[in-house]
């Protein structure tokens, strides 16, 4: 089982899907109870939100993904990737509606990172952009995007010149932007 689809294989998301389309909703309650404190963590490491509006942002997330998998519009892939990402476009969007800033910082300028308006069928393309990468990039992307690790200490663990990794680094970011035109969503 693969973490990135929150120890999901194939067979099991096509279960948690059934499931939901007959309204029991006890399997997708397991695996998300598990992701949500990972991602409530995120969200408070890396735009210094609140626990409360981590919390907020994480369940509103949860419902939105159920909405999708219950309408088909969720494949196989990588599902943890995606739904951070919606609870991070969540979070903005109860700040910006409740006018609120993160940490005394101005809202637009933690909106540099993720771009809030970003639609769902736009993070669809980059879960699909991202299966299509081959897995030295996904790694070394995780580590460098999510995992917050810079370039020297990813050149360290893969035992490589910084600059191969920073020419990798480059090389994986054209392929997602050339492929699906996706110069909104990641930033290099």
Known sequence: ?????????????????????????????????????????YLCRE??????????ATMDALIEFRTRFVDGKLQYGNLRFLFTKIASQMLF???????????????????????????????????KAWQILGDSCKQLLTWHFYGKMK????????????????????RCIKKLKDQFGLKTILKS
């Open 93 to 127: 969007r109860n700040l910006k509606k409740n006018n609120t800033t993160i940490d005394g910082t101005i809202l637009l300028a933690a909106e540099e990172d993720i771009e809030p308006t970003t639609s769902i069928e736009e993070l669809g393309r980059l879960n």
């Open 47 to 56: 735009y210094k939100s609140s626990h409360e509006d981590a919390y907020d």
């Open 151 to 170: 370039l020297s200490e990813i050149a360290e663990e893969a035992q490589k010149s910084p600059a191969t990794i920073r020419k990798q680094k480059e």
């Open 1 to 41: 089982m693969e973490h990135k689809n929150f120890g999901l294989t194939q067979a099991s998301f096509e279960k948690l899907i059934a499931d939901l389309k007959r309204n029991d909703t006890y399997f997708f309650e397991q695996v998300f109870l598990k992701q949500y404190k990972e991602t409530m963590n």
